[in-house]
T-cell receptor, first 114, second 110 residues
Framework: DQQVKQNSPSLSVQEGRISILNCDYT??????FLWYKKYPAEGPTFLIS?????DKNEDGRFTVFLNKSAKHLSLHIVPSQPGDSAVYFC?????????????FGKGTHLIIQP | DVKVTQSSRYLVKRTGEKVFLECVQD?????MFWYRQDPGLGLRLIYF???????EKGDIPEGYSVSREKKERFSLILESASTNQTSMYLC?????????FGQGTRLTVV
């Protein structure tokens, strides 16, 4: 049973507009959430994270929103740029202090159209 | 910056061969992980280790084993490679909440 779900396999957005990637989770024990970006034939690179005690975290063009009651988080990228075209993975973690593995969604392929 | 290095970017092996994938991290992290990534399936955890000589099964350990003789090195072993183990393999190192990935090894089993 999938504990972290990214229901959109792909998303196409025009350059300069906002990209919104969504993620849902089912395990209420998750208390830390991360977004990774992955280009083909490369390892994922960390983008931004949020702790369950917050509802928003911002870093430059990237903002992550967390709605704990809905078990939903989203990543906003604004403005979207061509280099943002990649697969984005949502990941979640429990309170194991890093000793437990991250649980990943299946990813959303973001395509930025010129 | 944390560096996680996987020994090979691309590997081609024959069915039945024993395959070793090596991963080294340079930040003295206690926790290390092996994932595989397949289209439409995301990243799935194979094995992880929270200390030297300690290992734990992840979600899909069948057909794999691991070795952690030194803190900085975590090896994934395919005892007898099969075609369904063709995949992208990703090693990660973790301290606290963040996790850092290597560049990945694209393994093809023919």
């Amino acid at each position: 049973d999938q504990q972290v779900k990214q229901n959109s396999p792909s998303l196409s957005v025009q350059e300069g507009r906002i990209s919104i990637l969504n993620c849902d989770y089912t395990n209420s024990m998750f208390d830390y959430f991360l977004w990774y970006k992955k280009y083909p034939a490369e390892g994922p690179t960390f983008l931004i994270s949020i702790s369950s005690i917050k509802d928003k975290n911002e870093d430059g063009r990237f903002t992550v929103f967390l709605n704990k009651s809905a078990k939903h988080l989203s990543l906003h990228i604004v403005p979207s740029q061509p280099g943002d075209s990649a697969v984005y993975f949502c990941a979640a973690s429990g309170s194991g202090g890093g000793a437990d593995g991250l649980t990943f969604g299946k990813g959303t392929h973001l395509i930025i159209q010129p | 910056d944390v560096k996680v290095t996987q020994s090979s970017r691309y590997l081609v092996k024959r069915t039945g061969e024993k395959v070793f994938l090596e991963c080294v991290q340079d930040m003295d992290h206690e926790n290390m992980f092996w994932y595989r990534q397949d289209p439409g399936l995301g990243l799935r955890l194979i094995y992880f280790s929270y200390d030297v000589k300690m290992k734990e099964k992840g979600d899909i350990p069948e057909g794999y084993s691991v070795s952690r003789e030194k803190k900085e090195r975590f090896s994934l072993i395919l005892e007898s490679a099969s075609t369904n183990q063709t995949s992208m393999y990703l090693c990660a190192s973790r301290l606290g909440q963040g996790a850092f990935f290597g560049q990945g090894t694209r393994l093809t089993v023919v």
